[in-house]
């Protein structure tokens, strides 16, 4: 995808709307920039990998639970924070 979208930036002769009609790529793909993970957000993951490695049979709940021991408020859906 980056391949194609070098190719939407390097020539101006044409608006990048016509390259994008042209690639059949949505000129959304063009600007976005992504967004890395948060400091938070990785220390999380961290942990429940370490947990799931050590207890390969638990399930969301247990998961939950684990978490919220380690001082995270999480629900099924995803992360919503941490105790202050």
């Given amino acids: 995808m980056t391949e194609i979208i070098g190719y939407i930036t390097e020539n101006e002769e044409i608006s990048v709307r016509a390259k994008c009609v042209l690639l059949e790529v949505n000129r959304s793909t063009v600007y976005y920039e992504p967004v890395?993970?948060?400091?938070?957000?990785?220390?999380?993951m961290r942990l429940m990998d370490e947990h799931f490695l050590d207890h390969p049979t638990?399930?969301?709940l247990q998961m939950q639970d684990y978490l919220f021991l380690c001082m995270f408020i999480v629900n099924p859906k995803g992360y919503a924070g941490c105790f202050d």
């Fill in 58 to 60: 638990h399930g969301v």
């Fill in 36 to 44: 890395g993970e948060s400091d938070e957000n990785l220390a999380v």
